[in-house]
């Protein structure tokens, strides 16, 4: 706020006595420069300057400076610390450079006053009508925010505290949250990539299928079935079943003691939560030049599970 502006001379004692009020905070600065024997200023480009200071009180105190190369001057606030206390403060300025050569500039007394510090003073009448204006923005702050009592939370100690609560709070399904902590969790209880049996017969079937729920409720259905008395499975993804309402079923087996090579298919035709077996075809190649086709049941499904994404 203002700024007094010394010169140390480094050669010779220097008598400087500076005034300041008990209460001030950081409005007080003190801008020195620092003469050598031929009354020129010391140059502070690459070095430190400290101000410190003793208070009335005993109690030692420092703050670094900001240095100003152009000018070759050093600038330290009077902290609150500073004008803490009533009485004379003994000052002086330490300059350091890289090679730690220390040089000091003492003989400045700071006179700390207590006269007229209204610091401590309680409105008694209406003049302070800045603090009134200042504590009814407060308030209206606080009712724009609310009352954190009313928080539906367990930690209302502070805003921050209760932010933090519901940042880590699980929220149910119920209130379009998730229900879970985890990622994992969270696709368990929205029914994501699980498993839902649509059907099961250990046994296999080969005519008509009633599922428990329309497939046209899943991403994905899963088809386990039985061929050559092996078992396979293959994916499929229900859009395309939905745009044709077909799939295929299909594998081949080597009969290397009867040198022939059998090739079976089937195709099942969906509608909602039924599966019918509409076409079923068998080709055997055998080592003499000879092809027969046949239509036969010979696809067993055995399980169909479908998975929502």
């Not at 002086?92 to 003989?107: C, H, M, P, R």
């Amino acid at each position: 706020m203002t700024t007094k502006t010394i010169s140390l001379k480094v050669w010779e004692n220097n008598n400087l006595t500076l005034l300041a009020n008990q209460g001030e905070v950081n409005s007080r600065y003190i801008e020195a420069s620092f003469k050598n024997q031929s009354d020129s200023n010391i140059s502070l480009s690459g070095k430190t300057v400290t101000f410190y200071a003793l208070k009335p009180d005993g109690t030692k105190i420092f703050n670094n400076c900001e240095i100003n190369t152009s000018s070759n001057t050093a600038t330290v606030m009077l902290t609150s610390q500073m004008s803490a206390t009533k009485g004379v403060l003994e000052c002086e300025f330490q300059i350091f450079d890289s090679n730690n050569v220390l040089l000091k500039a003492n003989g400045i007394k700071i006179i700390v006053s207590s006269k007229g510090d209204f610091s401590e003073a309680i409105e008694s009448t209406s003049e302070f009508n800045a603090l009134t204006s200042a504590i009814n923005e407060a308030n209206s702050f606080s009712d724009s925010v609310g009352d954190i009592s009313n928080l539906n939370t367990i930690t209302k100690t502070s805003v921050v505290a209760a932010i933090n609560e519901v940042n880590t709070k699980v929220i149910p399904i119920s209130r379009g949250g998730t229900g879970g902590q985890t990622a994992l969790q969270a696709r368990s209880n929205l029914g994501l990539k699980k498993e839902y049996v649509l059907y099961s017969n250990e046994s296999g079937s080969q005519s008509t299928i009633t599922l428990s729920d329309s497939y046209k409720n899943y991403d994905n259905l899963v088809i386990y079935y039985a061929l050559f008395n092996l078992r396979s499975s293959v994916v499929l993804d229900v859009s395309s079943i939905i745009s044709s309402s077909e799939c295929c079923l299909s594998g081949g087996y080597s009969d290397i003691s009867a040198t022939k090579l059998s090739f079976k298919t089937c195709i099942l035709a969906f509608s909602n939560s039924s599966v019918t077996f509409k076409r079923n075809y068998s080709i055997d190649i055998s080592t003499s030049p000879s092809v027969s086709y046949k239509t036969v049941e010979n696809v067993s499904v055995l399980k169909i599970s479908g998975y929502k994404n």
